[in-house]
């Protein structure tokens, strides 16, 4: 009678229990990566301007750089471009990007379509 040995059974169930968990998690951050690119390109190109940064950066960053690129978004920067104003409604047409003396303090600076840049 052929008895098997328990450690021959342990490897097989070790080995399934660490794949399903390694494979759980590359879908996992596959689905994060998805859902952070379509966030990214849902919101408008204006917001990202406040900011001083670009959308097509980003999309860039999350899609090269994988779950890293994701997880960079989710911490650094979203905070800081879902804290802009959303459906900016303005009242007077802004002035195009360029070289304008600033009403405060007289001094020609540059002015790129949303804020005063040094």
Request: net charge positive; aromatic share 18%; with cysteine.
């Amino acid at each position: 009678m052929l008895v098997a040995n328990s450690g021959s059974v342990v490897f097989p169930i070790i080995f399934i229990i660490f794949w399903l968990m390694y494979v759980s998690l590359m879908v996992g951050s596959g689905i994060f990566m998805i859902f952070k690119i379509i966030e990214v390109a849902r919101i408008e190109d204006y917001r990202f301007k406040m900011c001083g940064t670009d959308k097509t950066t980003w999309i860039l960053i999350i899609v090269f750089a994988s779950i890293f690129g994701a997880l960079i978004w989710q911490f650094s920067t979203r905070k800081k471009v879902l804290a802009t104003p959303a459906n900016l409604q303005f009242s007077m047409p802004i002035s195009p990007p360029g070289w304008y003396r600033e009403h405060t303090s007289g001094q020609v600076r540059y002015w790129d379509g949303f804020r005063w840049l040094n």
